[in-house]
Nanobody, 121 residues
Framework: QVQLVESGGGLVQPGGSLRLSCAAS????????MGWYRQAPGKERELVAS???????NYADSVKGRFTISRDNAKNTVYLQMNSLQFEDTAVYYC???????????????WGQGTQVTVSS
């Protein structure tokens, strides 16, 4: 079994900061790309940021300069530092990871359960 467990969501005022964490655990041989997606009510899920195992990152235009994605490969953990939060950032944030469970297996896509981020005054 493989699990992605997220933490760090919550309620924050506009302009505030939050840090999300997502740890992959279980029978894991390797983790390649990891990322964060979000889904606001009535909207489709969208990519927020992603990072390769080598540390190359990619961001949605709406969060560039405000959010920073990072990872700890030894812990199979990805982080999302969110600064200057805006009302429009309110959503459920999901962690995603491409994981190979065994040396001989293919890569499969895994998702966390989601964590709520609410920006409100």
């Amino acid at each position: 079994q493989v699990q992605l467990v997220e933490s760090g969501g919550g309620l924050v005022q506009p302009g505030g900061s939050l840090r999300l964490s997502c740890a992959a655990s279980g029978s894991i041989f390797s983790v390649s790309a990891m990322g964060w997606y979000r889904q606001a009510p009535g909207k489709e899920r969208e990519l927020v940021a992603s990072i390769t195992s080598g540390g190359s990152s990619n961001y949605a235009d709406s969060v560039k300069g405000r959010f920073t994605i990072s990872r700890d490969n030894a812990k199979n953990t990805v982080y999302l530092q969110m600064n200057s939060l805006q009302f429009e950032d309110t959503a459920v944030y999901y962690c995603n990871a491409d994981i190979r469970r065994w040396a001989w297996s293919g890569v499969r896509d895994y998702w966390g359960q989601g964590t709520q981020v609410t920006v409100s005054s």
